[in-house]
């Protein structure tokens, strides 16, 4: 398992049990509630879940090819959220809704969810704000 080499003796980075959204009604809060912010192939749907970690669930359907390219798809974007979880804030449900596309290279994975991670918490930012001032 790889450790980030900024922070020494940092626990490895994982993908646990813990960091996946598997309930049909959690999938529907995100859905329902969340913000929702496009970027390239996919729309990320993120809503803050009260945890000090974030997770991931994500949505394929079938238009987005057969099942090989589904699930690499899968596989890459789960590296992507595994890879940048230091880098993000924390406390947050993702949900990303893929739409067909040609298979993208790991790193613009990693830069398009970080780009909507990042796009997203300042939209919560900003509620918060507005909602305090109220």
Same mark, same amino acid.
């Given at each position: *398992?790889?450790?980030?080499?900024?922070? =020494?003796?940092?626990? =490895?980075?994982? /993908?646990?049990?813990?960091?996946?959204?598997?309930?049909?009604?959690? /999938?529907?809060?995100?859905?329902?509630?969340?913000?929702?912010?496009?970027?390239?192939?996919?729309?990320? /749907?993120?809503?803050?879940?009260?945890?000090?970690?974030?997770?991931?669930? !994500?949505?394929?359907?079938r238009? &987005?090819?057969?099942a090989?390219?589904?699930? !690499?798809?899968?596989?890459? !974007?789960?590296?992507? /959220?595994?890879?940048?979880?230091?880098?993000?804030?924390?406390?947050?449900?993702?949900?990303?809704? &893929?739409?067909?596309?040609?298979? !993208? *290279? *790991?790193?613009?994975?990693?830069?398009l969810?970080?780009?909507?991670?990042?796009?997203?918490?300042?939209?919560?930012?900003?509620?918060?704000?507005?909602?305090?001032?109220?």
């Amino acid at each position: *398992m790889a450790t980030n080499p900024a922070q =020494p003796g940092a626990e =490895p980075l994982t /993908f646990r049990k813990r960091h996946r959204i598997s309930r049909s009604r959690d /999938f529907q809060a995100v859905f329902n509630e969340g913000v929702r912010k496009g970027r390239g192939p996919f729309l990320l /749907f993120v809503r803050p879940n009260g945890l000090e970690h974030c997770r991931l669930g !994500l949505s394929i359907p079938r238009r &987005v090819g057969g099942a090989v390219k589904r699930n !690499l798809i899968k596989r890459r !974007l789960r590296e992507a /959220f595994r890879l940048q979880q230091r880098e993000t804030p924390g406390g947050y449900d993702l949900v990303v809704a &893929v739409r067909p596309h040609d298979i !993208l *290279m *790991m790193a613009k994975y990693r830069r398009l969810l970080l780009d909507a991670r990042l796009a997203a918490d300042k939209t919560w930012a900003k509620r918060k704000d507005r909602q305090r001032d109220a």
